[in-house]
């Protein structure tokens, strides 16, 4: 996984309101896309690419759906990094 990737995949409000929706259940991408309408089916598909492509999100197969679900130790990935910025560099100088 590469940090850029994930935050910039995160950086988006669409990608980060999809993350939303799947924190609940996973879900075939035609679901996802009826949550937007105002979207096309091939404009969510490219979303739901990004965030694949980020490992923010997996799909498995059933049947003939693709069913896409959070990626959790991604997010615990980046949450440690973040939490260490704040850790390091502290002066004890007080």
Known sequence: ????????AISDPMRRSILELLKKQALPAGEIAQ?????????????????????????????????YELNASVFEEVLTWIYGLGLGGKDDDD
Not at 1 to 8: E, I, R, V
Not at 36 to 64: D, F, M, W
């Open 1 to 8: 996984m590469a940090m850029s990737a994930t935050l910039k």
């Open 35 to 67: 949550h937007y309408p105002e979207l096309t089916q091939a404009t969510v598909s490219y979303h739901l690419k990004l965030l694949k492509q980020a490992g923010l999100i997996t799909e498995r197969r059933e049947k003939n759906f693709i069913y």
